[in-house]
T-cell receptor, first 118, second 110 residues
Framework: GAVVSQHPSWVICKSGTSVKIECRSL??????MFWYRQFPKQSLMLMAT?????????EQGVEKDKFLINHASLTLSTLTVTSAHPEDSSFYIC??????????????FGPGTRLTVL | RKEVEQDPGPFNVPEGATVAFNCTYS??????FFWYRQDCRKEPKLLMS???SGNEDGRFTAQLNRASQYISLLIRDSKLSDSATYLC???????????FGSGTRLQVQP
């Protein structure tokens, strides 16, 4: 099946620093990628939709200047958490849709990145 | 009201038991439905899509009732490896992102 990778798988950083998370589709092209966040014992919440070659679409309540998204190619989207604070500590998961059109609504998820801000 | 509602559980069942999970969704424009499985500290993985006619995959049976906006998942002959959180997921028409329920936790005991 389709594979999506994320890097890093976990990161610990100090408050005030910025952290970049990469999401790659390894064997298919993805014009659209999604970034979700999951706090402990809660559901995945969509943060933003990343569109190749254009600006990301952010969900209500998600600060676009804090969570910078770049989707420069059909296989890579990055999420940068700027000036991270302890409340940003969470499990960040990306997903990608196959742009070939052969799949219906199937999204392929990356393994997630666990961010801990001290 | 949440868009997708699930009983959080946990459901503690013995091996071999049959267990059923339910889910309701609020948006009648929803057009695609799925069950995902998520293990602790892992990403969700697609278990099965759900169709109006009902569908079965081995020990797993999913049902959709559009009139009642209700989705179910039945697991027969539970295995220890079935222990996980089961996420009810819907996709609204015209929206590419998925909407997740908060999940139902299943613990199968020996």
């Amino acid at each position: 099946g389709a594979v999506v990778s994320q890097h890093p798988s976990w990161v610990i950083c100090k408050s005030g620093t910025s952290v970049k998370i990469e999401c790659r589709s390894l064997d298919f092209q993805a014009t659209t990628m999604f970034w979700y966040r999951q706090f402990p014992k809660q559901s995945l919440m969509l943060m933003a939709t990343s569109n190749e070659g254009s600006k990301a679409t952010y969900e209500q309540g998600v600060e676009k200047d804090k969570f910078l998204i770049n989707h420069a190619s059909l296989t890579l989207s990055t999420l940068t958490v700027t000036s991270a604070h302890p409340e940003d500590s969470s499990f960040y998961i990306c997903s990608a849709r196959d742009a070939s059109g052969s799949s219906t609504d199937t999204q392929y998820f990356g393994p997630g990145t666990r961010l801990t801000v001290l | 009201r949440k868009e997708v509602e699930q009983d959080p559980g946990p459901f503690n069942v013995p091996e071999g038991a049959t267990v059923a999970f339910n889910c309701t969704y609020s948006n009648s424009a929803s057009q695609s439905f799925f069950w995902y499985r998520q293990d602790c500290r892992k990403e969700p993985k697609l278990l099965m899509s759900v169709y109006s006619s009902g569908n079965e995959d081995g020990r797993f049976t999913a049902q959709l009732n559009r009139a009642s906006q209700y989705i179910s998942l039945l697991i027969r002959d539970s295995k220890l490896s079935d222990s996980a959180t089961y996420l009810c997921v819907v996709n609204k028409k015209g929206r590419r992102a998925l909407t997740f329920g908060s999940g139902t936790r299943l613990q199968v005991q020996p």
